[in-house]
């Protein structure tokens, strides 16, 4: 079947799908019109703020929302139902996996990976004026890799290369190079301890998951 999807306004090389807006109209006063990069691939129902910056090759899913005030690398994708607030800043080749929220003033490095259902908190005390003044999301540094299902508290530093378990709660600062989980997360080991992939699944040939836990993933001392 042919493709409905045209040339996007802002320049050579970017396709979107009908029902994306580029360009949409801000009500601050101090921004100017959207910068994207050349070569994006914009998925229906992405939404692209005036007053942001964004780099070559930019993809996104469906129902993707990029507020104003962002600037966003080269080789960036965000897929579907994710919205990055407004005043971000996001290095080069950061994937942004499902349904996340990336919280106003939250600084990703380059190489980071959010997996599905990453939320990430800017306001400590909801509803405290000062708190608001001083609002602020965490920074996550290069390469840090984020599991599915994670909440990151305000002001949080992840060290470059951390890796957090699913289901964490990241309430203080995690160190760069080791595993984090727990609520609260806390590190547990060096990424570099982590046992080989191989040594913890098994092939099932039944299934289209062609791969099992060994044991059912029992315990054996060890954590994931």
Same mark, same amino acid.
């Given at each position: 079947?042919p493709?409905?999807?045209?040339?996007?306004?802002?320049?050579?090389g970017?396709?979107?799908?009908? /029902? %994306?807006?580029?360009?949409?109209?801000?009500?601050?006063?101090?921004?100017?019109?959207?910068?994207? /990069?050349?070569?994006?691939?914009?998925?229906?129902?992405?939404?692209?703020?005036?007053?942001?910056?964004?780099?070559? $090759?930019?993809q996104?899913?469906h129902? %993707?929302?990029i507020?104003?005030?962002?600037?966003?690398?080269?080789? %960036?994708?965000?897929?579907? @139902?994710?919205?990055?607030?407004?005043?971000?800043?996001?290095? @080069?080749?950061?994937?942004?996996?499902?349904?996340?929220? +990336?919280a106003?003033?939250t600084?990703?490095?380059?190489?980071?990976?959010?997996?599905?259902?990453?939320?990430?908190? @800017?306001?400590?005390?909801?509803?405290? /004026?000062?708190?608001?003044?001083?609002?602020a999301?965490?920074?996550?540094?290069?390469?840090?890799?984020?599991?599915?299902? %994670?909440?990151?508290?305000?002001?949080?530093?992840?060290?470059?290369?951390?890796?957090?378990?699913? /289901?964490?709660?990241?309430?203080?600062?995690?160190?760069a190079? +080791?595993?984090?989980?727990? @609520?609260?997360?806390?590190? $547990? $080991?060096a990424?570099?301890?982590?046992?080989?992939?191989?040594?913890? +699944?098994?092939?099932?040939t039944?299934?289209?998951?062609?791969h $099992?836990?060994?044991?059912?993933?029992?315990?054996?001392?060890?954590?994931?």
């Open positions: 079947m493709s409905d999807r045209t040339a996007a306004p802002h320049g050579t970017r396709m979107a799908d009908p /029902g %994306v807006l580029v360009g949409y109209p801000v009500s601050r006063t101090d921004t100017g019109p959207l910068v994207l /990069g050349a070569g994006a691939t914009l998925r229906s129902g992405t939404v692209l703020y005036d007053g942001s910056t964004i780099g070559q $090759r930019f996104t899913g129902g %993707v929302v507020r104003e005030c962002c600037a966003i690398g080269d080789d %960036v994708c965000v897929w579907s @139902n994710s919205v990055i607030d407004y005043g971000c800043r996001i290095g @080069n080749r950061v994937k942004i996996h499902c349904n996340c929220y +990336v106003q003033f600084e990703l490095d380059d190489d980071v990976f959010l997996a599905p259902g990453v939320m990430i908190a @800017n306001d400590l005390y909801p509803g405290d /004026g000062r708190s608001a003044e001083l609002m999301g965490p920074r996550i540094g290069a390469a840090a890799q984020i599991g599915v299902n %994670v909440t990151i508290l305000p002001y949080v530093r992840i060290g470059a290369g951390a890796l957090i378990g699913a /289901g964490s709660v990241v309430t203080r600062d995690i160190p190079a +080791v595993v984090a989980f727990g @609520n609260p997360a806390a590190p $547990r $080991r990424v570099t301890e982590l046992p080989v992939i191989d040594a913890r +699944v098994i092939t099932d039944t299934s289209v998951s062609s $099992r836990l060994a044991d059912g993933g029992a315990v054996t001392g060890h954590p994931p």
